[in-house]
């Protein structure tokens, strides 16, 4: 017997299980713009790339994001800076990261 795949459901556990906040639980709101600032400011760079993702990962509806350059350049994180923090937030666990040369990286949010 096959078995029948809802695809909604599916999309539903995806969107659970990825790094959106669950109803109930306490956030914050800010503009990208803002949270550079702030990164600057405090020589964090890097927090600005998890901010960035989880604001695309909520723009988006998707925990799969693909990070190119030009998109946190605007933001004044670097490209090494970008590679050093997808590599410290993957060893944390809260990320995985799929590399292929040439393309930007396809980071999803893990919870």
Known sequence: MTET????????RELQQGGLPKKGEPFAV??????AKAAAAT??????VWIWL???ARKTGRNSIAVSNEALARYGVSRK???AALRQLEAAGLI???RCVGKAPVVTLLQ
């Open 5 to 12: 795949w809802d695809w909604r459901n599916v999309r539903v």
């Open 30 to 35: 800010l503009t990208l713009g803002w949270a």
């Open 43 to 48: 020589a964090s760079p890097k927090a600005m």
């Open 54 to 56: 989880v604001q695309q």
């Open 81 to 83: 800076v970008k590679t």
């Open 96 to 98: 995985t990261v799929k």
